[in-house]
Every structure is written in structure tokens, then in C-alpha cells.
């Protein structure tokens, strides 16, 4: 895994700026239904991990919103990018570090979030599953990106739910309020934002990491460098023939 990238990734924050546009309604993703048919999201997907890749074009780049979030669960580092050109900037400063993939599987879904992916990044022979999810508004313009390392004990859903699309997912993008609003920008200081973040901590979260981007990703670099660089390797899970102290008896 590249071990140099994260310490520069902040920079592109700093490059992004920070007025707030309000949304309309406070709307959540789910409230919208597809615009566009099923290869256009497949596309927009495949087109982000191919910004990503050393050998395609600069010119090859997915339909961001202005207002983009990407969210990487732990052992990544939570909020990786904020932004239409902060995005841009970091897919291209990875083509620097030899990237391809082992596998990309991309697939459209009626309610969102409409693209998933399963994905093996190929770091320079560093193998990286990763499964990721993308938001889009009514003009096909992705909103939010929500990744997780693509193994049991990290994923969103039970592994036996390969799409994650039964009930009981923890994913945060259908919990932003914002995100179903017509163009899907998300207003951190709306009343509905600041309301639903009381009973959220992820969405609490979330508001404080974009009120100072480049500070939180900063110390968020600090306090889980070493769990990143295990992000693309399996958790330990309990040994589930070991006798768990509940059920001990002593």
C-alpha cells in the first residue's frame, strides 16, 4: 500500500473553497428515482476508479457535483475528499503510484445508492478489495461516495448480502439530509442537517470533519496511520470455535 500519498492528500484540501450553498428541502437520497438508464451509472462508476488508473487518459473523469463527499470507513480515514475539483486533483495525483485493478464489478440499482461497486485495487502488486458505493443527484451528477475494505467485519452488510440490499445496511448516505434534493448539495448549517445530527453520530461526525477538512484529515492521519497501512488486509475476527465469556461458566 502507499505509505506517502496520505500525507500529501491534505494539501488538495486547502485548494477547495469554503462557502456553504443552503439546499432546498433536507430531503434524503432515497427520495429520488433513477434519470438517467442503468449504463450511465454503471459508467459514472467505473469511470471514477478509472481516474485512478495509471494507464487511462486525464481526460477520462466521472460527472461530479461541486459539492462531492467521499467517506472512507475505518481503517481508512473517514472524509478522503471533498469537492468536484479537490476529487479531481487527488484521483490524478494517484496515477503517480502504479495502479490497476484485479477486478472491477460494477452494477445499477433501482434505489440509491443506483451504482455499487466490488473492486481489487492492484497498488503495485499490493492487492486492495474494496467495495463502494455512489450517490447521484437528478442530473446524473455523483453527490457522495462511501467505501469500505471489501471483507467480513468491515463491510456495511452481512457478506451473504452481496449488494447490500437487504434491510439493516449501515451506510451513511442515505442518512444525509440534503442528498435528496434536487441537485443533492448538502447544507451543514440547515436546520434539518443540524437536527437530524443530533440523533447521528456518524452524521455529527461527518459535519464536523467538513467544517475543517484539512485539520481532521490531518489528525485522523496521525491517530490511524498504522490501521491504514493494514486497510488492505483482512481483520482479525473472533475464532468463532472459541467459547465467547458469555457463555463460559465459571
Known sequence: MIKWIFY??????LL????????EFGLLSTELSPQEDSSYYVDQAEKYFKTMES???LRIKPNYSDRVVRWEWHPWLLLTGYKRNNLILTDIFLKLQKTKYDKLDCRFFEHQPFS???VIFDYDGTKCPIYEEFTFNNQGEITFIEAWSDYEGRLPMKIEDT???RDGVSRLSTRVPGLGDETGRISRHAPWMLEAAKKDADLSNLLKRLKHPFFQYVKELATHYKDVLKGCSPPVLPDPSLPSLDNTSF
Do not use: G, I, N
Not at 500529501?8 to 484540501?13: G, H, I, R, T
Not at 477547495?16 to 439546499?23: G, L
Open 55 to 57: 494507464s487511462v487518459p
Open 116 to 118: 455499487r461497486c466490488h
Open 8 to 13: 500529501l492528500f491534505p494539501l488538495f484540501f
Open 163 to 165: 449488494w447490500a440490499e
Open 16 to 23: 477547495q473553497p469554503t462557502a456553504w450553498a443552503q439546499s
